[in-house]
């Protein structure tokens, strides 16, 4: 058995990995016609490379080899076993490229080795393995329709989608649109967050190297108001789908209305509650996932647990468990296996969350844990686990994403108080409660309004169930054969017998 590589070893092999920075179009990698991005190393704020980015003339050509690959049938009418076939060996491609893969992501976003390695990157291998396998299982219907007439119902792919992911979770965020929209039969255009290109660039490589045709995905990295706008904006572009701020999410929405009235999907953050009940089965359980669900991934999670509310008997012994907890969370070089806790993933990111932090103190809160940059000597973006105890629900830190590691704690006495709290938000994605009362766990579920509820739990998921919300959160879903309906149109055919 080969040993785990320790801190040294990826050290290492960062010194001699190749970076991709040049956009991937019908194939072939081209020089992109904006000023390049500059790829940061969020660990040290030293500039890992600069990548090509893309202007509107380069999204322009993306799109014309996205529609070309679509109407000619080379992906959408290849046999299904085949489309099938290909997509599995990219699973097997980003399987066998993982330590690669997982330390692009490392470098260019600032998680933990240990998470990009365990969970990222054979995560992102199983969903397009998941999605191959529902390539030919698939099945269409017929009408109940009179004895003198036929009628189809068949799903078809819609054409060329664009998907515009975040920089949070690259690979992944790319792999939960681009998968199911690949299988479906359709081509698409993928514009990486500019904050961290390096996965999705490699990823279009990978999709050469699995056989699967030119121009069926084409890698655009680029800025929001150029790259992102022109995809918005761009008339043959059948369906666009993002994850971010919800700010950006409205303008895709716009941008749909002044050109093609193309779909829009949307999943624009959240801010989580998650309850802990006097009756929590586990208060040594519950503070851990307390814990991991609002640090890991330096907080920079859409579904983090970032408003806690604790009832008032179990208050001060749970929140001395989540303070031990959080001791041992602080933030480390993301090269160390060890660490729990990487840099927050740009400079404008940490001044945004640091910024909260200033204005939560203002505002009254009781900052009990952390709020302080940390690790400057490395010249990296690293923010202490942080909680404050809130005594109000009118504070920006309770009412607005921060992402990144601040939690927003509050006491409760009565189940109706802690949902009017827990609803009390513009946001409904993900949600979480602790009680060991079956009814109670029934009743609040139903009454949490949120598209995702975990119960004595938190953070678990799997490829096999949706994941989306409700209000600003947005609509549609990923995962789960759901995802499937994005990226397809339902035609329905009547045949008139004689």
């Not at 490392?106 to 969903?127: H, S």
């Not at 953050?269 to 890991?296: E, Q, T, V, Y």
């Not at 029934?442 to 119960?455: F, P, T």
Request: with cysteine.
């Amino acid at each position: 058995m080969t040993p785990p590589m320790t801190l040294s070893d990826w050290e290492n092999l960062a010194r001699n990995l190749r970076l991709p920075n040049r956009p991937l179009i019908d194939g072939k990698s081209v020089e992109g016609r904006a000023p390049a991005l500059a790829a940061l190393n969020p660990a040290t704020g030293q500039t890992l490379t600069h990548i090509s980015a893309c202007a509107e003339e380069d999204i322009d050509r993306a799109v014309a080899a996205a529609r070309r690959t679509f109407e000619s049938g080379v992906w959408r009418d290849m046999a299904r076993a085949e489309r099938k076939k290909r997509l599995l060996k990219l699973a097997e491609l980003i399987n066998t490229h993982q330590n690669e893969l997982a330390l692009l992501e490392t470098l260019d976003m600032g998680k933990p080795i240990g998470d990009t390695l365990a969970y990222d990157i054979p995560e992102a291998a199983r969903t397009y393995a998941w999605y191959a396998e529902t390539i030919d299982k698939q099945y269409d219907e017929i009408a109940p329709t009179d004895s003198h007439s036929l009628a189809t119902i068949t799903r078809e792919p819609l054409g060329v989608v664009a998907a515009v992911v975040p920089w949070n979770y690259p690979l992944l965020m790319a792999t939960w649109k681009v998968a199911p929209a690949l299988a479906m039969g359709n081509s698409v255009v993928l514009k990486p967050a500019e904050q961290s290109c390096l996965t999705a660039l490699r990823l279009g490589e990978l999709a050469l190297e699995a056989d699967i045709p030119a121009g069926v995905l084409n890698i655009v990295p680029g800025t929001g108001p150029v790259a992102g706008q022109a995809l918005g904006l761009h008339n043959d572009v059948d369906c666009l789908a993002f994850t971010g701020s919800t700010q950006t999410g409205k303008r895709f929405m716009q941008y749909s209305g002044q050109s093609n009235l193309k779909q829009v999907w949307l999943e624009c953050g959240g801010k989580s509650p998650h309850i802990i009940f006097d009756d929590c089965p586990d208060l040594d359980r519950a503070a851990l996932a307390a814990a991991i669900g609002i640090f890991n991934n330096q907080g920079e999670v859409c579904i983090a647990g970032s408003r806690l509310y604790v009832q008032a008997g179990v208050y001060d012994a749970f929140m001395q468990k989540l303070d031990a907890l959080a001791q041992t969370m602080q933030p480390g070089n993301p090269l160390d296996p060890k660490t729990m806790m990487g840099a927050i993933v740009d400079e404008r990111q940490l001044d945004k969350v640091l910024g909260y932090i200033r204005q939560g103190q203002e505002q009254g809160a009781h900052l009990r844990l952390g709020g302080e940059r940390v690790r400057t000597e490395t010249g990296g973006y690293y923010i202490q686990p942080t909680i404050f105890e809130c005594p109000t629900q009118n504070l920006g830190i309770v009412r607005e994403e921060i992402f990144g590691p601040v939690l927003a704690a509050t006491r409760f006495e009565t189940e109706e108080q802690a949902l009017g709290m827990a609803n009390d938000s513009t946001y409904g994605l993900g949600s979480g409660l602790w009680t060991a009362d079956l009814s109670r766990a029934h009743r609040v579920s139903r009454k949490l309004r949120a598209g995702l509820v975990w119960v004595n739990c938190y953070f678990d998921g799997d490829v096999t169930v949706p994941f989306g919300g409700v209000k600003q959160l947005g609509f549609g879903r990923d995962k789960s054969l759901h995802a499937l309906d994005k990226y397809s149109a339902l035609k329905t055919t009547w045949i008139k017998l004689a």
